[in-house]
């Protein structure tokens, strides 16, 4: 982060509130004692750049005084700022730089390029409290390594996108393939989904030769081209049932298995589904039961089709052997 920056965060957390002022001279002054060793006129030229930046938030008001005129500067709103707490509460500066961890490797980068100066802010603040930076050494985010970060995702194509599922626009798109490409004409964009890191764009399919391709599951990253074009036709769908049938999410179940014991420690340390529950299988030595409810979905069927007859014995649902 670059001096200036940091010195401008420091003179907003300077600033009083409506109500109060400080003179340029008493900012630079206080700054002085929080080791930012720049000139009155350089502290000035910040303040000035500050009043652009957040015309209704800072005020500035100038007084004739003995030895010429003065600046005097003072809140008069925190809208246009960022958070207050970002610049005076070192605990949430502490998680917010925390989360961007996670969220680095889990939100689409032009997302995360939206929360710059937030993260920024959260940072720079973290960074002046010696008990923040203990906790960012004693703790550390590990992503997936099978999938570490978002695809990038082309800048123009999502802003387009994300007009079009605000302004119930058509889109008109061409997808990268295995085999080259492809176009569709006419989508009607339904909602974003981020799934392990990946951002899909659902979206009914008028134009499609059968029921099974009129719900679409796009990636974001795999679409080069996008154009929206205004539509009067409003979906048919429903999104959640839409996106159920895309993601091939089916009725929640209660799942009964038989482990080993390595699976056993596994599920133990990382459980599957909710309410998840180990018991030792007194009938079958070494063997544990794991009780659990959870989405019958796609990834649970390729999940359990590893897994069965070495790993683990279905018991229940019966239909699921």
């Not at 390029?113 to 409290?129: F, G, N, P, V, Y």
């Not at 999938?147 to 889109?171: H, K, W, Y």
Request: hydrophobic share 35%; proline share 6%; aromatic share 4%.
């Amino acid at each position: 982060m670059s001096d200036q920056l940091r010195r401008q965060i420091e003179i907003l957390k300077l600033l009083p509130r409506p109500g109060l002022a400080k003179s340029t001279g008493d900012i630079h002054k206080e700054l002085k004692e929080r080791d930012h060793a720049s000139s009155k006129r350089t502290i000035e030229r910040d303040l000035e750049n500050l009043l652009e930046v957040f015309p209704m938030s800072v005020h500035k008001e100038s007084k004739q005084g003995t030895n010429g005129r003065t600046n005097y500067w003072h809140l008069t709103s925190l809208k246009g700022l960022l958070p207050e707490t970002l610049l005076n509460d070192n605990d949430a500066a502490l998680a917010l730089t925390m989360l961007k961890q996670q969220a680095y490797n889990r939100l689409p980068r032009s997302v995360v390029k939206r929360l710059d100066s937030l993260w920024q802010q959260a940072t720079t603040t973290a960074e002046t409290d010696k008990r923040a930076q203990q906790w960012m050494q004693l703790i550390q985010y590990l992503p997936d390594p099978m999938r570490p970060e978002s695809p990038p995702i082309d800048g123009d194509v999502q802003n387009t996108i994300e007009e079009a599922l605000a302004s119930s626009d058509a889109l008109d798109l061409t997808i990268a393939t295995l085999d080259g490409e492809t176009r569709l004409e006419g989508l009607l964009p339904l909602r974003l989904l981020l799934q392990e890191e990946i951002l899909y764009l659902l979206a009914e399919y008028p134009s499609a030769p059968n029921m099974d391709e009129s719900i679409q599951l796009l990636p974001l990253h795999r679409i080069t081209k996008a154009e929206a074009r205004l539509s009067f036709d409003d979906s048919s769908l429903e999104p959640d049932l839409a996106q159920s049938f895309a993601l091939g999410m089916e009725d929640s179940i209660r799942l009964v298995i038989r482990v080993n014991r390595p699976l056993a420690e596994a599920l133990f340390n990382r459980p599957i589904g909710r309410d998840q529950s180990l018991e030792e299988d007194s009938a079958n030595p070494g063997c544990y039961v794991v009780t659990t409810f959870i989405d019958n979905s796609p990834q649970l069927k390729r999940w359990l089709a590893r897994r069965n007859g070495g790993e683990l014995v279905i018991i229940e649902p019966k239909w699921l052997v």
